[in-house]
T-cell receptor, first 114, second 114 residues
Framework: QQQVKQSPQSLIVQKGGISIINCAYE??????FPWYQQFPGKGPALLIA???DVSEKKEGRFTISFNKSAKQFSLHIMDSQPGDSATYFC?????????????WGAGTKLIIKP | GAVVSQHPSRVICKSGTSVKIECRSL??????MFWYRQFPKKSLMLMAT?????????EQGVEKDKFLINHASLTLSTLTVTSAHPEDSSFYIC??????????FGQGTRLTVV
């Protein structure tokens, strides 16, 4: 119930292509869905986040698509660049959780080939 | 975004000694801080949550006597790994938030126990 399932585990995309990472959840109390980017040896950094009142959110080359009925959300990276090579984590949180506990996906290692 | 400074970024210690990791919020009040542990190629695992001035709440399976957390001020939390052993070697990450804000992450600390 508390899990967030992320796929694929790893992804190789050509430079200029679209990278797509998917996540699914079960807990309908989740209402905040962030994506984090983590470079080797560094802490994660918030990339983009969405709440379930919208189906899509775009920030530059990064887009979150959200399907509330399917309980799925995905990250799309347009015009992928070698600098986007990193590990990406989806997460979810219930607003009612006063401790702000994030439930993390397993991560996707993205490699952008030049 | 807000800055969370974690220090040191790398530390090597001898088995049986203790090591302290600091986490500071530089430009906001960290009413809540979180400590995570991350194994290679794995997701973040929450160890404990602490609110300023209160005792930390540890996740199931995390030894509170081994991983001492102090959150004595609104800008500083420390994690002390006591009597460290090689199995404690890991990447430790802190994050911090104020009421109503997202969580911001430190850059992580690579602990190696030899």
């Amino acid at each position: 119930q508390q899990q967030v399932k992320q796929s694929p585990q790893s992804l190789i995309v050509q430079k200029g292509g679209i990278s797509i990472i998917n996540c699914a959840y079960e807990n309908t109390a989740f209402d905040y869905f962030p994506w984090y980017q983590q470079f080797p040896g560094k802490g994660p950094a918030l990339l983009i986040a969405i709440r379930p009142d919208v189906s899509e959110k775009k920030e530059g080359r990064f887009t979150i698509s959200f399907n509330k009925s399917a309980k799925q959300f995905s990250l799309h990276i347009m015009d992928s660049q070698p600098g986007d090579s990193a590990t990406y984590f989806c997460a979810a949180k219930a607003d009612e959780d006063s401790n702000y506990q994030l439930i993390w996906g397993a991560g996707t290692k993205l490699i952008i080939k030049p | 975004g807000a800055v969370v400074s974690q220090h040191p970024s790398r530390v090597i210690c001898k088995s049986g000694t203790s090591v302290k990791i600091e986490c500071r919020s530089l430009d906001f009040q960290a009413t809540t801080m979180f400590w995570y542990r991350q194994f290679p190629k794995k997701s973040l695992m929450l160890m404990a949550t602490s609110n300023e001035g209160s005792k930390a709440t540890y996740e199931q399976g995390v030894e509170k006597d081994k991983f001492l957390i102090n959150h004595a001020s609104l800008t500083l939390s420390t994690l002390t790994v006591t009597s460290a052993h090689p199995e404690d070697s890991s990447f430790y990450i802190c994050s911090a938030r104020d009421v109503g804000t997202e969580a911001f992450f430190g850059q992580g600390t690579r602990l190696t126990v030899v």
